[in-house]
């Protein structure tokens, strides 16, 4: 009986660990179906008729949702042009980036100018700003390229940047879009909060008759806040 019993126990736990390894291949595998129809659809070109162009797929963040052999799945995507890029980005924008994740005036100055010491291509320091010199000098083992980033993750890199504040900002940039701006069409709440001079009040209410047009398939309304 004891040997059953253990036997009995074993085939159990082993049944249930094939049960799991078999439900997240099958998750994962949805998962990848939906990146790649996404990818598809995106892809595709634009009808010249304004009603099914409107309704084609489009990188502007609407969830696009469907059941295929029992899996629920949702899938979106969103231009590159929605994020700050790190490289081109207006400092004014870079340092209320910073800002806004906790840094204050006088640290987000110095991390803006540091930013731009790395990916300038000469080794003069800004007032405020790093080079190679200075990361030697706080023992850092990685020193300024100056060059562009080809990654968000070389930001941990630059001084003054700790991992708690990159983790708040990582999420909001890009080193894709080549802008020094971003895409109000596209962006997020969590982005169009950090750009400056913005009335905050009209830009969420904006954002939501945006977003509600885009769901619905209609033009979307005219923007009704501005910043430089």
């Known amino acids: 009986s004891v040997i059953a019993l253990s036997f009995s126990d074993n085939q159990r736990v082993s049944s249930q660990v094939t049960?799991?390894?078999?439900?997240?291949a099958t998750a994962q595998a949805a998962a990848d179906g939906a990146v790649h129809r996404m990818v598809f659809e995106v892809s595709r070109p634009r009808s010249v008729d304004a009603k099914t162009a409107l309704d084609q797929w489009k990188a502007d963040g609407v969830v696009h949702s469907w059941v295929e052999n029992g899996q629920q799945i949702a899938v979106s995507a969103r231009n590159e042009a929605a994020k700050i890029?790190?490289?081109?980005?207006?400092?004014?924008?870079?340092?209320?980036?910073?800002?806004?994740?906790?840094?204050?005036?006088?640290?987000?100055?110095a991390i803006v100018a540091a930013i731009k010491d790395w990916t300038d291509a000469d080794n003069l320091k800004r007032p405020n700003g790093a080079e190679a010199d200075d990361y030697r000098a706080?023992?850092?083992?990685?020193?300024?390229?100056?060059?562009?980033?080809?990654?968000?993750?070389?930001?941990?890199?630059?001084?003054?940047?700790?991992?708690?504040?990159y983790s708040k900002v990582a999420p909001l940039l890009t080193v894709n879009s080549r802008s020094p701006g971003i895409d109000?069409?596209?962006?997020?709440?969590?982005?169009?909060?950090?750009?400056?001079?913005?009335?905050?009040?009209?830009?969420?209410?904006?954002?939501?008759?945006?977003?509600?047009?885009?769901?619905?398939?209609?033009?979307?309304?005219?923007?009704?806040f501005s910043s430089p």
């Not at 706080?138 to 940047?161: H, R, S, T, Y």
């Open 85 to 109: 890029d790190l490289n081109f980005a207006a400092e004014p924008l870079l340092k209320q980036m910073f800002m806004s994740a906790g840094a204050n005036d006088g640290d987000a100055n």
């Open 138 to 165: 706080a023992g850092k083992k990685v020193l300024p390229k100056n060059d562009f980033f080809i990654a968000i993750e070389e930001l941990q890199n630059v001084m003054g940047v700790d991992p708690k504040l």
């Open 19 to 24: 049960a799991n390894t078999l439900a997240a």
């Open 184 to 224: 109000p069409m596209s962006a997020t709440l969590a982005v169009l909060r950090v750009v400056p001079g913005i009335d905050s009040a009209q830009m969420e209410t904006w954002v939501e008759q945006r977003d509600q047009a885009l769901r619905e398939g209609a033009p979307v309304p005219a923007i009704t």
